[in-house]
């Protein structure tokens, strides 16, 4: 990203929202690019032509997640859901293992080690979670930026207490992948949807994996986890794969079409000039909320604001053109490389009435 200019005139390429669109959170935009991909791939299926360049996708959109996570693509997995990936790591961890977590972390994060029944899930304000890692905890899992309400994890200081201790370490980056810098790398497993941030279709997820794969076994592995797929159609799979592919859930092919230029364009902007961005939007709103008696709950350096007490007026706000969410009678905006001051000042008119 080298200019404001630049930034500017793709925003202005790529996107055509009908209203003030603060919901990120909830699902980012699709970009122009992206339909049209879309729209590419599924006349590949209406028309009968061959689908090998939808499988070359899924390839080219984990290099490319790689390399926005800050590992090698050989530990990235393609699966569908953050759910799905917590599985996984819960379905290895020993009878009795104790998984710390945050308080009011988003459901995909925590319910896979809930529903087991044998492990110790233990959970505390967020603030606290680094302190709060003990010798005997086996796992910290947690979200980058909590849904609820924007707050930024210190991770820097969970990966060293999950060292000084033992523990391993497990990120969603949902809520962050797209605008805040990422480190996959300094944990051992990290989990992202594609449908935020990221701004792709709904209906892909990565997982990355230590390069030992962290004990994991692929409990939900078919053709696409061999180390040759097309080999590995019939009966058990003979080799699986030697990288995170054997992670590999079948992928939802018109997805990766989708958002392998969702993936182009963040890399063609980058993301820190998308962090400047939406971190200084979220600012000037709640800048704004303080003109307006209003105070926020504390999410510093984050692009999603929450607001107490206003969740209610979610409805009303869209009948206004003027997208944003209701979550636990709190009204959460979300901004990304879509918005404007103007969709900022807009929104703080609507509130002021």
């Known amino acids: 990203?080298?200019?404001?200019?630049?930034?500017?005139?793709?925003?202005?390429?790529?996107?055509?929202?009908?209203?003030?669109?603060?919901?990120?959170?909830?699902?980012?935009?699709?970009?122009?690019?992206?339909?049209?991909?879309?729209?590419?791939?599924?006349?590949?299926?209406?028309?009968?032509?061959?689908?090998?360049?939808l499988h070359e996708d899924v390839e080219t959109c984990r290099a490319a997640y790689a390399r926005l996570a800050g590992v090698p693509a050989t530990r990235v997995a393609a699966g569908a859901s953050v759910a799905a990936h917590t599985g996984l790591i819960a379905a290895s961890l020993p009878p009795g293992a104790e998984v710390l977590t945050a308080e009011g972390d988003f459901t995909s994060v925590l319910n896979p080690f809930h529903v087991r029944g044998d492990l110790k899930v233990r959970a505390v304000p967020v603030e606290r979670i680094a302190e709060s890692v003990r010798p005997g905890t086996a796992l910290v899992a947690v979200s980058a930026a909590q849904s609820a309400d924007g707050r930024v994890a210190d991770l820097a200081a969970l990966r060293e207490a999950a060292r000084t201790h033992?523990?391993?370490?497990?990120?969603?980056?949902?809520?962050?992948?797209?605008?805040?810098?990422?480190?996959?790398?300094?944990?051992?497993?990290?989990a992202c949807v594609s449908y935020k941030f990221l701004l792709g279709p709904h209906g892909a997820a990565f997982l990355t994996v230590p390069d030992d794969f962290g004990g994991l076994t692929p409990g939900?592995?078919?053709?696409?986890?061999?180390?040759?797929?097309?080999?590995?159609?019939?009966?058990?799979?003979?080799?699986?794969?030697?990288?995170?592919?054997?992670f590999d859930l079948t992928p939802a092919l018109f997805t990766y079409a989708g958002l392998r230029r969702s993936l182009d364009l963040l890399e063609e902007i980058g993301v820190s000039a998308l962090h400047e961005h939406a971190v200084a939007l979220a600012g000037r709103f709640r800048d704004?909320?303080?003109?307006?008696?209003?105070?926020?709950?504390?999410?510093?350096?984050?692009?999603?604001?929450?607001?107490?007490?206003?969740?209610?007026?979610?409805?009303?706000?869209?009948?206004?053109?003027?997208?944003?969410?209701?979550?636990a009678g709190n009204l959460r905006a979300a901004f990304h490389l879509y918005n404007t001051a103007a969709d900022v000042d807009r929104l703080l008119d609507a509130l002021s009435g």
């Open 166 to 190: 033992g523990a391993r370490t497990y990120v969603d980056y949902s809520q962050a992948a797209g605008w805040l810098p990422i480190d996959a790398a300094a944990h051992d497993f990290t």
């Open 220 to 246: 939900l592995a078919g053709w696409v986890a061999g180390e040759r797929p097309w080999d590995s159609c019939y009966g058990p799979v003979a080799e699986l794969a030697h990288s995170a592919r054997r």
């Open 288 to 327: 704004g909320l303080a003109d307006l008696g209003r105070e926020p709950l504390p999410a510093p350096g984050s692009a999603i604001v929450s607001v107490p007490g206003l969740g209610a007026r979610q409805e009303e706000l869209s009948r206004a053109g003027i997208e944003v969410s209701d979550r």
């Open 1 to 53: 990203m080298e200019t404001t200019e630049t930034f500017e005139s793709l925003v202005r390429a790529e996107f055509t929202p009908k209203s003030s669109y603060l919901n990120t959170a909830s699902s980012g935009l699709l970009p122009t690019r992206t339909v049209t991909a879309l729209h590419e791939a599924a006349l590949l299926r209406a028309e009968g032509r061959p689908l090998l360049a």
